[in-house]
């Protein structure tokens, strides 16, 4: 079973920044795609932005040129650094592997805990 433990959240302000980190185990796909989602409070969770096994990477609008994701496959690791944190970037923040159309539509069983981000005005 797929195991992914996320952490590096925190409460910031307006304009700072935070890396997120997300550790994957148990995975049996061989080369799997990595992605981080968020969930804010009374709304669906959404794909921030996704990364495949040979680097591609794709971000949603609100966050391009603003997040950047990237992987140690070595440590089965997934990143996102996140900077010029906006209020608006509030949200549980989940991350999870496995094929890269899956990584696109979210459809997984079983997520972690996820790490929460807080970004005051």
């Known amino acids: 079973q797929v195991q992914l433990v996320e952490s590096g959240g925190g409460m910031v302000q307006a304009g700072e920044s935070l890396r997120l980190s997300c550790a994957v185990s148990g995975l049996f796909f061989s080369t799997p795609a990595m992605g981080w989602y968020r969930q804010a409070p009374g709304k669906q969770r959404e794909l921030v932005a996704h990364?495949?096994?040979?680097?591609?990477?794709n971000y949603v609008d609100s966050v391009k040129g603003r997040f950047t994701i990237s992987t140690d496959n070595a440590k089965n690791t997934v990143y996102l650094q996140m900077n010029s944190l906006k209020p608006e970037d509030t949200a549980v923040y989940y991350c999870n592997a496995g094929p890269a159309p899956r990584i696109v539509t979210g459809a997984f069983g079983s997520w972690g805990q996820g790490t929460q981000v807080t970004v005051s005005s």
């Open positions: 990364i495949t096994y040979d680097g591609r990477t």
